[in-house]
């Protein structure tokens, strides 16, 4: 994708031009690039109850869904109900693993990444909806120019019930206009997210979002439902990807004097 120099369109009078206010950034595989060492200590984890989860059922079959999520539906499969203390206690394994893991190897932010959030800092609310715990995402953002650039982030430890539910990103506009009530508060409309899941897409647009997602996980071909589509944010900036994301979208009905 070839990127030009655009004012911001939100500053536009375009009648069909999409309004955006907002982004909200899943994390891993998106910001971080870490998802092949969370699989890799969410199949031991699992392992160590006897459970089992290959690459491509993990990428497949449960389409990217976070990880309480698919540990419960495959609990329910083995044993026709989930208990929640087995999975909690799995829960906290994997967290545990993946903590010795970083210790050594602190995943890095993918390309693009800090250019495009601090540019998006200046004209845009900025959020993190991730899957993943609290802990691991302030740990992968500690020490970067972006460490301080999110005014919220909602994390598996603060929403019950994962993606492709809406219920994540619905939580995290809900704390971004009470963390900056600025009238008019942001509605779900003008908020664009940027995933790498098919789950993750069908949570955004669930809750009435745009969304961009990134080939980074899924192939593109597996991201069809999102607005668009990049292989990354390297090269791109927030101006260039709303622009193309409102070319793309059907246009608003035009109001008529008809009465009706």
């Known amino acids: ?17 999409i309004m955006i206010r907002a982004i909200i950034f899943d994390f891993n595989g998106v910001i971080a690039d870490d998802e092949t060492p969370h699989l890799r200590c969410f199949q031991q ?22 990880e309480r999520t698919c540990a419960t539906a495959l609990l329910t499969m083995r044993d026709g109900a989930c208990d929640r203390d ?3 206690a799995m829960m906290d394994r994997k967290a545990t693993l993946f903590r010795e ?42 020490g970067t120019l972006i460490e301080r650039s999110f005014a919220v982030i909602v994390s598996a430890d603060d929403c019950a019930v994962g993606k492709p539910d809406p219920a994540m990103y619905r939580h995290t506009l809900k704390l971004l206009n009470a963390r900056e009530p600025r009238p008019p508060l942001v509605t779900a409309g003008e908020c664009l997210v940027v ?14 979002m745009a969304v961009l997602a ?6 593109a071909e597996k991201l069809g439902e999102a607005d668009h589509i990049l292989p990354s944010l390297e090269g791109i900036t927030p101006e260039a990807v709303l622009r193309v994301i409102a070319a793309n979208r059907p246009p608003k009905p035009r109001r008529t004097n008809s009465g009706r």
């Open 45 to 66: 984890a699992l392992a160590e109850h006897d459970l089992s989860l290959t690459k491509d059922d993990y990428y497949g079959t449960y389409q990217g869904m976070d």
């Open 214 to 219: 990134l080939a980074t996980t899924y192939p």
């Open 101 to 142: 893991y970083t210790a050594v190897h602190k995943p890095a932010l993918f390309p693009g990444v800090v250019e495009f959030v601090t540019r998006a800092t200046a004209g845009f609310r900025l959020a993190i909806a991730s899957g993943g715990r609290r802990e691991q995402i302030e740990e992968a953002l500690r």
């Open 86 to 88: 087995l999975l909690q």
């Open 1 to 17: 994708m070839e990127v030009v120099s655009l004012q911001w369109p939100h500053e536009t009078n375009e009648p069909d031009q």
């Open 195 to 208: 995933e790498d899941s098919l789950a993750g897409i069908q949570s955004a647009k669930a809750a009435g």
